[in-house]
């Protein structure tokens, strides 16, 4: 008696040469935007020499990028989906370039702190689109390979940035702890230029929950706020009058 013919079995789902430089290309974009949570704590001590800051100043420059960074994360990463996240990677990492660039050569303190806003909000395009264009990029079994990928470069860079940090502020200056991420980021943006595919989402219709976002970033803003400055205005019985626009207090 014959045997039935076996079905040959579907050849197994590799990425191609293409998706593995775009995981590359996503994979320096990453790395600079979590780098740069870290990189700043060993330069503090440089930093306060030269503008001569207050704690309270030092504080801002480490906690603003990721004041920034958490409260439009959510935001930027549905404005990706909706509007392409290619370009909303792109954007992101000129974004957190140019802040970076800010932060390199800022004259003062209170600029630095400004530059450091920056660069949170450059930080907060760029992440969620590297795991939307990975989820997009690829397939089946590679997807589960360049999503580890994906999370070991996010371990990694902030394991990096201390010492990196350290180690530019010590034989060079800590304005390179911000110039660094320059031709990253260049390398970056051409490179999502020429690989990254578009993609968006199609089925849903865009919306923005403005409540929402207000209410996060004053939430958490509160929060950081009162931990910050909360020795200089006093936490239970004023110390000094707090002042915004024409509301003071306490009255």
Do not use: C
């Amino acid at each position: 008696m014959s045997k039935a013919p076996v079905a040959a079995a579907p050849p197994a789902e590799g990425a191609t040469r293409r998706q593995w430089l775009t995981l590359l290309v996503l994979s320096l974009g990453l790395a600079i935007v979590i780098i740069d949570g870290t990189i700043v704590n060993v330069a503090i001590p440089s930093i306060r020499k030269e503008f001569n800051a207050t704690l309270q100043q030092l504080e801002w420059v480490n906690s603003i990028y990721a004041l920034v960074f958490a409260s439009l994360i959510v935001t930027w990463g549905r404005i990706g989906d909706q509007v392409g996240r290619k370009r909303i990677f792109i954007a992101g990492v000129t974004v957190f370039v140019l802040g970076s660039m800010m932060a390199g050569a800022s004259p003062t303190i209170e600029f630095l702190i400004l530059a450091r806003a920056v660069q949170g909000v450059g930080a907060a395009m760029t992440s969620p689109s590297t795991l939307s264009i990975v989820s997009a990029t690829f397939k089946g079994r590679s997807r589960a390979i360049a999503f580890g990928v994906w999370g070991a470069v996010a371990g990694a860079a902030a394991a990096l940035g201390p010492l990196l940090g350290g180690w530019l502020t010590t034989n060079a200056s800590w304005r390179w702890a911000f110039y660094i991420n320059l031709p990253i980021g260049l390398i970056a943006i051409i490179g999502a230029a020429l690989l990254i595919n578009e993609s968006r989402e199609t089925n849903r219709k865009l919306t923005f929950d403005i409540p929402g976002i207000l209410l996060i970033a004053l939430g958490i803003g509160g929060v950081i706020f009162a931990l910050i400055e909360g020795q200089t205005y006093g936490w239970v019985t004023p110390k000094r009058p707090f002042t915004i626009g024409n509301w003071t207090w306490p009255s």
